[in-house]
């Protein structure tokens, strides 16, 4: 049982975020992604050599987070979905525990 209410509020997130994204492309991305997860992601893009986040949306930071999760982004493309979400958002919530870790003066 605890089990499932777990994954029930974790699936419920993650539909949250791309449905809200669909709906509102322009709206602040504080209104439903975390700080850390905000964070996390301009350091990401910070790092490439051409940056992809042009304008700071809600829509924008979803398309990264579905390109985390194997999303191509290209013109004809749907919008992501929430498989594509849920393995960006595992593997954003992972670079931003190495993010953690690498800052952390006692390790190395």
């Known amino acids: ?9 974790v699936s419920w997130r993650i539909f949250f ?6 709906a509102k492309r322009d ?5 439903v ?19 992809r986040l042009q304008r700071r949306t809600l829509g924008d930071y ?7 999760g ?3 982004a ?3 493309d749907p919008p992501p979905g929430n498989m594509v979400v849920w393995r960006g958002l595992s593997r954003l919530h992972d670079i931003a525990v190495g993010i ?8 190395g």
């Open 1 to 9: 049982m605890k089990f499932l209410a777990l994954v029930a509020v």
């Open 17 to 22: 975020l791309t449905m809200s994204a669909r």
């Open 27 to 31: 709206a602040a991305p504080q209104s």
């Open 33 to 51: 992604l975390t700080m850390a997860e905000i964070t996390t992601l301009d350091r990401i893009d910070a790092a490439r050599s051409r940056p």
């Open 62 to 68: 979803l398309l990264q987070i579905a390109m985390l």
């Open 70 to 72: 194997g999303h191509l």
């Open 74 to 76: 290209r013109n004809h």
């Open 100 to 107: 953690t870790i690498g800052q952390d003066r006692r390790c």
